[in-house]
């Protein structure tokens, strides 16, 4: 019989896991382990820090369901969403940058028309948008599918408000045959991620705020095409040096200008990166 020890544990789970057939799991299950053990041997975690851990875990599962999803908070606010989407998004120079996906995209946005409003009633100040949409040499993209999703003036996305009955700040849209979009919005504005869950107690036990620099968010599908994943954020927002999940891009800030005849306007070039034959 195998006497088991703090010296030896780590390496009998290792063991236990040497013939999981697939290799990708494998490699995955293994890693996953060593690096929990040393995590724990680091901080010299006890037992009642590892019971608060777990109950920790319990509640962001409880407080996820079909319309809000703590875990993905949870690994958002610990960079590791930004992280995932940084290693697996490397692109040609000249590619417009990948950021997080968020919780907030909701399939089947309405199908909108160039022009169209998709504020449709949210609070804000008004704002255009163009935009196109190009690949690394220059063709423009017609065609493209490009979802669109923002928070209003009070920094609150349609589903975050119950009493609506209708989608408000998004929309789908095809690009025309130069590649280009335009559409007309309410001005986006920086917003706390939701705090009343176990993810806020967290931000809080860490003194961290809970905000986001204003930005659109923009999912760019097409033929050929790696789908884009992105946002554009305002430049000059206060919390674009600490966004509370990270996503920041240099090279996704934009100017949102004053148009004489009163509201904001923003023009965007997206880069797609052509997906290989
Ligand atoms: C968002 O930008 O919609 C978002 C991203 C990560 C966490 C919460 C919100
Ligand atoms: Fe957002």
Not at 174 to 198: C, K, N, S, W
Request: hydrophobic share 40%; aromatic share 10%.
């Amino acid at each position: 019989m195998r006497n088991i020890t703090q010296e030896n544990i780590t390496q009998a789970v290792l063991d236990s896991l040497s013939d999981t057939p697939d290799p990708r799991s494998r490699k995955i299950f293994r890693g996953l382990v060593q690096h929990l053990h040393d995590f724990a041997r680091d901080v010299e975690l006890t037992e009642a820090e590892w019971f608060t851990g777990i109950q920790f875990l319990t509640a962001t599962g409880q407080k996820s369901d079909d319309k809000r999803q703590e875990f993905i908070l949870l690994s958002d606010v610990l960079g590791l969403s930004m992280l995932t989407v940084a290693m697996n998004n490397d692109k040609p120079a000249g590619c417009t940058e990948s950021t997080v996906f968020g919780p907030f995209y909701v399939e089947g946005a309405p199908h909108c028309e160039y022009g169209d409003d998709i504020a449709r009633g949210a609070v804000g100040e008004p704002c255009e948008v163009t935009a196109s949409v190009r690949g690394l040499d220059g063709t423009p993209v017609a065609n493209a599918v490009v979802d669109v999703w923002q928070a209003d003036a009070e920094g609150r996305y349609d589903v975050q408000r119950p009493e609506l009955d209708h989608a408000q700040g998004r929309g789908q849209f095809r690009t025309d045959a130069q590649g280009r979009l335009r559409f007309r919005t309410v001005l986006a504005e920086a917003y706390p991620i939701p705090v009343d869950g176990p993810v806020g107690r967290f931000l809080g036990a860490a003194k961290r705020h809970p905000w986001r620099p204003a930005h659109l968010h923009f999912m760019i599908q097409a033929p050929g095409y790696e789908t884009l994943i992105t946002h554009v954020f305002r430049e000059g927002d206060a919390y674009l040096d600490s966004d509370a999940v990270f996503g920041v891009r240099q090279s996704l800030v934009a100017p949102w200008t004053r148009r004489l005849e009163g509201g904001h306007a923003l023009h965007y070039d997206f880069v797609l990166d052509a997906r290989p034959a």
